[in-house]
């Protein structure tokens, strides 16, 4: 598995200190972000899981614990926007230049508004896809808020 992706890259061009992490990736598994923490040994809280979504009806990224589910009001609030729904999965892919399963919010071909939940934040680390199935980024929350340009919102159900 290479640990150079376009996630990576792009972390490296903000500057950011971040470590690569693999772990056997399941594509059988129910959660991939739940899966991802149980494989790296990790509270689920801290693997943070990269959703597609469209609010009013454009493209926008959301990145949240894989324990938990996001309130599509509450990201609709955070956004600015009347409502939100999930991406159709062959949507991100094409939208960000990711697979499923190795979605990651940092490289994604075109650049759209994120949000990130706060209660993210209180983790000195947290893990983030890398860019491809099987690999995440361990790195202070606050670091990956500002490389993505993010937002932190309150935004699980």
Known sequence: MSKTTRATQALDKAGV?????????????????????????????????TLMVLADSKPACVVVPSDCEVSMKKLAAALAAKSAQMMKPADAERLTGFVVGGISPFGQKRAVPTVMEQAALAHPQVFINGGQRGLQVKLAPADALKALGAKAAAVVA
């Open 17 to 49: 200190a971040y470590e690569t992490c693999t772990y056997a990736y399941d594509p059988d598994a129910d959660k991939i972000g739940m899966q991802a923490a149980q494989s790296l040994g990790v509270s689920p809280s801290m693997v943070l899981k």
